[in-house]
């Protein structure tokens, strides 16, 4: 499993906004295309804005805690005609639960709980040095 972290929210040149993730070393990058709502639930952490009412995630993140649960990480698993899929992994009652999951909603929840970001390797497809914009094949 490669860990990522959340590099920055964007907007392509077609107007597609991307979650970029990039490993610790920010060597591996993968882009997951996002709609507008998914991308301000993503970027409201980032920017580390708390709204005056819950949204879905900051719900969900409540709930959790108050089960007595704990969000361990969430996985990006697979991807699928275009589609990326995705785990959250948590701890509840001594027991594992692993819930089928959008990216965008693992990853707005797990900014919002702190928890670690993972992904298979196989799904990156490019190596890409930040430093000369350089994309190569792994």
């Known amino acids: 499993?490669?860990?990522m972290k959340v590099k920055s929210v964007v907007t392509s040149p077609m107007g597609e906004y991307l979650i970029l993730l990039v490993d610790?070393?920010?060597?591996?990058?993968?882009?997951?295309?996002?709609g507008p709502?998914?991308?301000?639930?993503?970027?409201?952490?980032l920017q580390g804005i708390k709204p005056p009412r819950p949204l879905t995630?900051?719900?969900?993140?409540s709930v959790i805690e108050s089960m007595g649960g704990k969000?361990?990480?969430?996985?990006i698993t697979d991807i699928r005609d275009n589609t990326y899929?995705?785990?959250?992994?948590?701890?509840?009652?001594?027991?594992?639960?692993?819930?089928?999951?959008?990216?965008?909603d693992a990853i707005a929840l797990a900014l919002r709980c702190g928890a670690p970001i993972f992904m298979k390797?196989?799904?990156v497809?490019?190596?890409?040095?930040?430093?000369?914009?350089e994309p190569s094949e792994d």
């Open 1 to 3: 499993m490669l860990e």
């Open 24 to 34: 610790q070393e920010e060597k591996k990058v993968l882009p997951i295309a996002i």
């Open 37 to 45: 709502l998914e991308a301000n639930n993503i970027a409201l952490p």
């Open 57 to 61: 995630h900051d719900l969900l993140k």
């Open 71 to 75: 969000l361990d990480k969430i996985i």
């Open 85 to 104: 899929y995705a785990e959250i992994h948590i701890t509840l009652d001594g027991k594992n639960l692993v819930i089928d999951s959008r990216p965008s």
């Open 121 to 123: 390797p196989r799904l």
């Open 125 to 133: 497809e490019f190596t890409y040095d930040l430093t000369d914009n």
